[in-house]
């Protein structure tokens, strides 16, 4: 018996991770699980194929590969789950060698979304020989290398695939091998067609793979098999079996291709340059900045041409279009997400007890609210899993034009805020970890709220800061800071402890306390009366945070984290 269970999503690192159902939410599964019969009075390989999963395997077609014969194929049929096909399809096998013979069999289907899967059976042949008592003198295994990479995007994936063939027999065996391939790949000129195994000995054997002509559809994981075929010295012949997995990336672009990792450093070092060679040349020509109104015009265009530009290229690298299909977003934990918007607009409430996990959980107790009630007030007027996915990006492409205007905020100097712009593209594309936050693969994978948090984070603190400077408490300033609380833990430490920094300058220097001036306009006074206002707008979440915090569970323990090492 042959059981594959294939998990229906994509791999993440890569763009927008789409799902494959609009109706539920919770990720589905096609397990496929293979008998095979072969009936060498009528010479026909009868094989059953159940589908124990939850979701529909569409375009099944079953091909046979006899050792003599043509090959032969089903008619393409369908398996919802829970259900069973059946069928048989002839396959020669040769009368006058008693023996074990195999008949590969390639089960060829396509998912929800016409994503197409494979995978392999076998159907065995004993002549003349009891199968219970049969035993080989030879043993082998296979495995693939990891992918090389051609230098362009048109130039074919390659593989190595290493034979290891183990002969228990006290003569040499010379076994004739053969290939089964998917579509589309093919093995390269030099493969070996026999292979001699010393006796009691082991033989290795080198074999190449080139992704000659895979279909765009064919990127995933492929099974492959080599079949050693030979006769020992009663006569009796023998067929040894060796399968694998090849990782398989199409020369084409799609949106399973990964995300680029040296371009994104690149273009942000160039923009960079681009900058500080405007900047030096103001310097150089001893043009007049008296603050950021200065030449504001042509400056604000490139400053909004470049904000724009960096937004669209995340956005590109993202695939941000395909927001707009009604499809599950499954890619990490955030198949559990779902249920969590589901269930604010079910109940209206931010904080409850859900009964749908767990037997029960107090939801946002312990959680972030704010991401998942925006993309819940949001799915009031988009499809639920639009709305799901437009928040899950939010944040990554929102990055960029909130650094910019926390530099706008706090009247840097221009080209500085530009500069803290193109910092957006490195954070957002670092690929050195896949679960701590701000980069797309955490988004992707779950860590929504905390690529909200950082987009807000900047932002928040310059407005925080710039109040402290002009000697002014603003609301729009606590409303910022509540919300980078209501989003992330991470950030609202960060900003507490940068604040508190902040305060603690304006207290102690001379020139910044203010002290000939109302208590409420010293700048730190502001700091502090926001600091208040914000733990106040936020009590009704922070107190039973703390006061319940016996019931959390620890995020994790040590953080091996290297940043930006590509």
């Known amino acids: 018996m042959k059981t594959i269970v ?33 009936d060498a009075a009528a010479g026909e390989v009868r094989w059953t194929i159940r589908n124990s999963g939850d979701a529909l395997a569409d375009a099944l077609v079953v091909t046979a590969f006899p050792p003599h014969g043509k090959v032969a194929s089903s008619e393409p049929t369908f398996i919802d789950g829970g259900d069973a096909v059946s069928g048989a399809l002839s396959a020669a096998v040769p009368v006058d060698k008693p023996g074990k013979h195999l008949v590969p069999l390639r089960i060829a ?6 994503e197409p899967h494979e995978t392999l059976a076998w159907a065995r042949c004993f002549r003349d020989v009891d199968a219970t008592t049969w035993t080989s003198p030879l043993d082998a295994a296979l ?10 995007p048109e130039t074919p994936r390659s593989w190595t695939l290493t034979l290891a063939a183990n002969s228990s027999s006290a003569e040499p065996i010379d076994a004739s091998l053969s290939l089964l391939l998917p579509d589309g790949l093919q093995a390269t000129v030099d493969t070996p067609q026999t292979l001699t195994i010393p006796a009691n000995g082991i033989a290795f054997a080198e074999i190449g793979v080139t992704n000659a002509a895979l279909p765009l559809g064919h990127a995933g994981v492929l099974p492959i098999a080599a079949l050693l075929q030979f006769e020992t010295a009663d006569g009796f012949h023998h067929t040894v079996e060796a399968a694998a997995k090849l990782h398989v990336q199409s020369g084409e672009t799609s949106i399973d291709s990964e995300l680029p990792r040296r371009l994104p450093m690149e273009i942000t070092l160039a923009l960079f340059a681009i900058w500080c060679v405007a900047f030096l040349r103001r310097l150089w020509r001893g043009l007049p900045d008296e603050g950021i109104h200065a030449h504001g015009t042509f400056w604000a265009w490139c400053d909004v041409a470049l904000v724009a530009g960096l ?35 079910e109940t209206g409430r931010m904080v409850s007890w859900a009964p749908g996990w767990w037997s029960g959980f107090p939801m946002f107790r312990f959680y972030f609210p704010l991401p998942y009630a925006a993309m819940a007030l949001l799915a009031e007027i988009l499809p639920h899993n639009v709305a799901f996915k437009v928040g899950s990006i939010a944040g990554l492409l929102a990055l960029p034009s909130c650094l910019y205007a926390s530099g706008r905020i706090l009247r840097l100097r221009r080209p500085a805020p530009a500069m803290l712009a193109c910092l957006a593209v490195p954070l957002i594309l670092d690929n050195t970890h896949n679960m701590w936050g701000v980069n797309a693969y955490s988004t992707l994978a779950g860590m929504i709220a905390n690529s909200w948090s950082f987009a807000l984070l900047a932002p928040a603190m310059a407005m925080a800061c710039r109040d402290a400077l002009d000697s002014r408490i603003r609301v729009r300033t606590v409303l910022m800071l509540a919300a980078v609380v209501l989003s992330h833990f991470f950030t609202s430490m960060m900003a507490a402890l940068v604040l508190a920094d902040v305060l603690l300058i304006f207290a102690v220097l001379p020139g910044l306390r203010k002290t000939g001036v109302p208590l409420l306009r010293r700048p730190w006074a502001v700091l502090v009366a926001e600091g208040l206002c914000t733990l106040l707008l936020t009590a009704w979440w922070v107190a039973p945070l703390f006061a319940e915090r016996a019931w959390a569970v620890d995020f994790g323990g040590r953080w091996d984290i290297r940043f930006f090492r590509q």
């Open 109 to 114: 289907y396509a998912d929800a979304t016409g």
């Open 6 to 38: 294939l998990p229906l999503m994509r791999k993440w690192p890569t763009a927008l991770v789409l799902g494959l159902t609009s109706t539920v939410t919770a990720a589905s599964t096609i397990v496929l699980e293979t008998e095979t019969v072969y």
């Open 311 to 345: 937004t669209l290229y995340l956005g590109w690298v993202l695939n941000a279009q395909l927001v707009r299909l009604d499809t599950l977003c499954v890619g990490g934990d955030t198949p559990a997400h779902h249920y969590l918007i589901s269930r604010i607009r």
């Open 143 to 152: 495995a693939s290398s990891v992918q090389t990479r051609g230098g362009e």
